[in-house]
C-alpha cells in the first residue's frame, strides 16, 4: 500500500515513511493510493472479532511495511481493556467500545473510556504505539511539538509517557482550560512530558507551533514532528470503531446503519468516510456541528468558507470550535474524483484566507453518492438535549455527544439504526453539566482529586523563543 498526497505533488511512500510526519512536502494530506474493499465473506469473517483483532485485520489492510506479527502486538497492547477501563457506571468493562442502546434503533457507540476520556485516546494509543516502534527500528527519536484547547493535549501526553525516543512539548492557553483538563495533563510528572502554558489564547499557542515548524533547520536539529488531527494514522485507527459500531448495532450484513460524528476538524467523520469507502454499508453519515458551523454550511450549500479566528465562536462544546476542517481536504479529494489538480486550485483559495464555491459544478452533483447529511447544535439545544436524555434514559452525556444526538434525532429512518459516536465523558465539561441537570457528573474513582495533585507546567509569553529555549534546553 502507498500513499498519496491530495495535492498531488508528492512521490508515493510507504506507511512507516509517513507516520511520522504531518503535512506532505507539497502541502497537501496522506491517504492510500485506493481504498481497500471489503468483500461479504470478509465481513461476515469479522463480525465477532473482539476490538484488538478487528483492528489488526483492518490495519494490515493499510499497513503493509510491518510484518503481521508485530502489528498484532503493537493491537493487542494498544487495545486492551485495562487501558480503556473507564466505561460508564454499569457498562461493560471487557468491551472497548460499548454501544448503549437509548431506545429500539437509537444507539450511542461508546469511544472515550481510555485514560484521558475522549474518544482522541482511541488513535492517540495506537501512534503512540506505532511511533516507539519505528523510533526503535530505525535508532531515531522525535520531540513532538503541539498546541492544544484540551482534549488533543491530554491524549497525546498519556499516549506518549514514558516512551523512550519521544519527547512531548505541549502548548496550551494559560488558564483557559477547564480545571480537570489542566490536572490531567499537568499533573503528569513523567520525564518526558513538557507542558507549557502560553500567556495568551489557543490560536497564539497554535501560531508559536507553525512558527516553529516553519524554521527548517531548528526542526531539522530538533527533530521536531507532529501528532495533530491530519496524521494519516490516527485517521486510519478510527476507521475500526465504525465497523465495531455497524457489527454492534446490527444481527446480519445484509442490514444498513446511520452514524452521527460530533465534528470539529472532519477526522473522525472522514474515518467514517474511509468505512463507507471500502464497502462498510453505512446509508448515512449524519455530521453535527455546534455553532461554529462551516461544515454543516458546506453540506447544505456546497459553499465551503472557512472563517477567521475572530468569528469562532467560544462554545460548550469546545472541541468542535474550528474555524477550518483540516481533513476536509481528504473528503475533497475523493469528491473531485482523485484530480489533485483541483484540489489544489480549491485550497489556493482557502490558504489564502479565501472559500470555494461547488454550486453548479459536477461535484455538488456527485455529493449526494457518498451519503453525508447535516445540521448544527446551540448552546440551548445541548442543555436540552442533555436533561432529556438523562431523564428519558438515565444516561449522561457530555457537550459534544449532546450535539451529535441533538443532530442525530432530525436525520432517523425508520428501519435504520442509528448510532451517534460518543466524543467524550461528561465530567470533562463538568460546568455544562451542572448548568443542565444541577448535579456533578461522576468521575472514574482514579481520577477523583486529581486538580490537588502537584502540576508540572512552565508559563510562558507568547513568544517563539521563549518555547524554542525550552526544547533547546530539554534535548
Ligand atoms: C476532537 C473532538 C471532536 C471533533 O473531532 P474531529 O475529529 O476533529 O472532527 C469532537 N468531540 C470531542 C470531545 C473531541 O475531543
Known amino acids: 500500500m502507498k500513499y498519496i498526497s ?3 505533488g508528492a512521490a508515493p511512500q510507504g506507511f512507516c515513511d509517513i507516520l511520522l510526519g504531518g503535512l506532505a512536502p507539497d502541502g497537501g494530506l496522506y491517504l492510500p493510493e485506493a481504498y481497500p474493499r471489503i468483500g461479504a465473506a470478509e465481513l461476515a469473517e469479522w463480525r465477532d472479532l473482539p476490538y484488538h483483532a478487528l483492528a489488526l485485520k483492518l490495519l494490515q489492510k493499510f499497513v503493509d511495511d510491518i510484518p503481521a506479527c508485530d502489528l498484532k502486538a503493537i493491537c493487542d497492547r494498544t487495545y486492551s481493556a485495562n487501558v480503556y477501563r473507564h466505561c460508564r457506571p454499569g457498562g461493560d468493562a471487557g468491551d472497548i467500545t460499548p454501544l448503549t442502546t437509548l431506545e429500539p434503533g437509537f444507539h450511542l457507540l461508546e469511544l472515550s473510556n481510555g485514560p484521558t476520556l475522549a474518544f482522541k485516546d482511541m488513535a492517540m494509543q495506537l501512534l503512540g504505539h506505532l511511533f516507539e516502534y519505528v523510533l ?4 531515531e527519536s522525535i520531540n513532538i511539538l503541539g ?8 491524549a ?11 519527547k512531548v512539548f505541549m502548548l496550551s492557553p494559560e488558564g483557559l482550560m477547564s480545571p480537570f483538563q489542566r490536572a490531567q495533563m499537568y499533573s503528569l510528572q513523567d520525564p518526558n512530558i513538557f507542558n507549557i502554558a502560553v500567556r495568551g489564547m489557543f490560536d497564539d499557542a497554535q501560531d508559536i507551533v507553525k512558527a516553529v ?13 507532529a501528532v495533530n488531527s491530519i496524521n494519516w494514522a490516527r485517521v486510519m485507527a478510527q476507521v475500526v470503531y465504525y465497523f465495531k459500531g455497524y457489527f454492534a448495532a446490527t444481527t446480519t450484513n445484509d442490514q444498513q446503519v446511520a452514524f452521527c460524528v460530533p465534528s470539529g476538524n472532519f477526522g473522525n467523520i472522514c474515518a467514517g468516510h474511509i468505512a463507507r469507502m471500502m464497502g462498510l454499508p453505512i446509508a448515512r453519515l449524519v455530521l453535527a456541528t455546534n455553532e461554529n458551523d462551516v461544515l454543516d454550511e458546506f ?3 456546497g459553499v465551503y468558507r472557512p472563517r477567521t479566528t475572530a468569528e469562532t465562536r467560544v462554545t460548550s462544546s469546545p472541541s468542535m470550535d474550528i474555524s477550518k476542517a483540516s481533513n476536509f481536504e481528504r473528503f475533497v479529494f475523493d469528491l473531485v474524483g482523485r484530480d489533485a489538480a483541483k484540489v489544489r486550485e480549491l485550497w489556493a483559495q482557502v490558504d489564502a484566507g479565501g472559500s470555494f464555491d461547488l454550486r453548479g459544478t459536477e461535484y455538488l452533483e456527485a455529493l449526494p453518492a457518498y451519503g453525508f447529511a447535516s445540521g448544527s447544535s446551540s448552546h440551548a439545544h445541548r442543555l436540552a438535549t442533555i436533561r432529556d436524555v438523562w431523564t428519558r434514559y438515565r444516561v449522561m452525556i457530555d457537550t459534544h455527544t449532546a450535539d451529535g444526538v441533538k443532530v442525530a434525532r432530525e436525520h432517523r429512518t425508520p428501519g435504520i439504526p442509528m448510532i451517534v459516536l460518543e466524543t467524550a465523558q461528561p465530567v470533562k465539561f463538568a460546568e455544562t453539566i451542572h448548568e443542565a441537570l444541577g448535579c456533578e457528573p461522576s468521575r472514574p474513582k482514579e481520577l477523583e482529586g486529581i486538580e490537588a495533585l502537584p502540576q508540572r507546567v512552565e508559563v510562558v509569553d507568547a513568544s517563539v523563543d521563549q518555547v524554542k529555549a525550552i526544547i533547546t534546553r530539554n534535548c
Not at 526503535?136 to 535508532?139: D, L, M, P, S, V
Not at 498546541?147 to 491530554?154: F, I, K, N, R
Not at 497525546?156 to 519521544?166: L, T
Not at 515548524?213 to 514532528?225: E, T, V
Open 213 to 225: 515548524s516553519n524554521d527548517a533547520a531548528f526542526k531539522a536539529k530538533y527533530r521536531i514532528g
Open 147 to 154: 498546541a492544544t484547547s484540551g482534549d488533543t493535549g491530554s
Open 299 to 301: 453540506f447544505r450549500s
Open 156 to 166: 497525546a501526553e498519556y499516549a506518549m509517557r514514558g516512551k523512550q525516543r519521544v
Open 136 to 139: 526503535e527500528k530505525r535508532g
Open 6 to 8: 491530495t495535492r498531488g
